[in-house]
């Protein structure tokens, strides 16, 4: 018997290896490890995962007015998902439908479990300089792009203060033979995905100067699935906080996430 590391590192490889043989080919077809792989018979639409910050005994960051990060996270991740669901273009699915607490890892390892092609965590934090407004988006990256990409960082990996030790699904020699076969594959992805998010809210939405940035987020570090994360706007900046707490604001930000999620599947047909 396989222990359990293994049996999920030869379900992302099968993964990746799918990418790798048919990722632009035109072919539709889907290889698969025996035994311990996923389904040889997968859905045509791809999966995107969302995952609204925060949630339970994690408030997130708290408005002027109070009103809580958790909140307007669940609230926009539920209308993209209407959003998306009414494009019938892919699948969608959310790390939390209520307001649960979940631990950083755990959502990376649902958005694994689950086979997702993108990860998309939405967030609306706060800073300390409270004139600071504007949405702005994130990949992974050991060294921060600026102060405020590091200070943001920080924040939402102290998330997991309100959780337990949660012990990595696989030994971390497995996870850096993984890492070693996707890191660059994936890494592209989400820097294309950043892109089409920034250049989408660019629309109709204020932006940070610098939108598109880089921190050690702990939520982003799935090594196998593209991953991003938006900061809609600041909680600590009354503007955005107001903005934030109307639906039609929401929903205009979740129509530029739309955008840009199937700009980059379009970009990717066979991802």
Known sequence: MLDSGVKVFLQRLSRVITR??????????TFALPAYAVPSVRPNLPLVMLDPGHGGKDPGAIGISGTYEKHIALAAAQELQRQLNAGGKMRVEL???????????????????????????????????????????YTLGEHATDTQAAQLAKHENASDRFGGHMPHATSPEVSRILAS???????????????????????DTRLLPNPQRQAAFKVL?????PS?????????????????????HRAKVAAAMKRAIEGYFTAMPNA
Request: no cysteine; glycine share 6%; charged share 25%.
């Open 228 to 248: 991003v994360l938006v900061e809609m706007g600041f909680m600590s900046n009354r503007e955005d906080e107001a903005s934030l707490r109307q639906p039609a």
């Open 95 to 137: 790390t939390r439908t209520r307001d649960v607490f979940i631990p950083l890892e755990t959502r990376v390892a649902i958005a694994q479990r689950k086979g997702a092609a993108l990860f998309v965590s939405m967030h609306a934090d706060a800073l300390l300089d409270r004139s600071v407004r504007g949405a702005s988006v």
């Open 20 to 29: 790798r043989l048919f990722l632009g080919s035109g072919v539709a077809a």
């Open 221 to 225: 570090k799935a090594a196998d699935i």
């Open 181 to 203: 076969l996707v890191r660059e594959e994936t890494r592209a992805g989400s820097v294309r995905m950043a892109q089409e998010v920034v250049g989408a809210l660019r629309e």
